[in-house]
């Protein structure tokens, strides 16, 4: 419904080209590995699946979720945001179509980062 593999590869990249270029995400950015590329790769595969299409990412990682995999992050109120403000700004610079189900997407995903915060 919002584009498949090609709009979700668009966000994460957008996600992680944000998250190394504005200094805003400097905390959100050092908790990550030094190479990107795994994640970048990740990521897509876990937004489409989440979002109800191919489960491949699901079926490679039986049993985990995104906050079983980040249960050992330090994630704290600031990095939770910084991950939900960067989320958000790669989904509106994509700006996937229908808008309202980007939308629905945006907010979930706000309220998952920010669950995540310690």
């Not at 905390?27 to 595969?45: F, I, K, T, V, Y």
Request: hydrophobic content about 45%; charged content about 25%; overall charge neutral.
């Amino acid at each position: 419904m919002i584009g498949g593999a090609p709009v979700f590869e668009a966000i994460a990249n957008r996600f992680y080209d944000l998250m190394e270029q504005d200094p805003a995400y400097a905390a959100l950015r050092a908790m990550h590995a030094e190479d990107l590329a795994p994640m970048r790769r990740s990521l897509p595969r876990f937004l489409a699946g989440w979002a109800g299409g191919p489960r491949d990412w699901f079926e490679a990682n039986p049993g985990k979720c995104m906050m079983s995999l980040h249960r050992d992050f330090p994630i704290d109120r600031t990095t939770a945001d910084q991950w939900a403000q960067a989320m958000t700004r790669a989904i509106a610079d994509i700006a996937p179509k229908p808008a309202n189900v980007a939308q629905a997407m945006t907010d979930v995903l706000t309220r998952m980062a920010r669950n995540m915060a310690r």
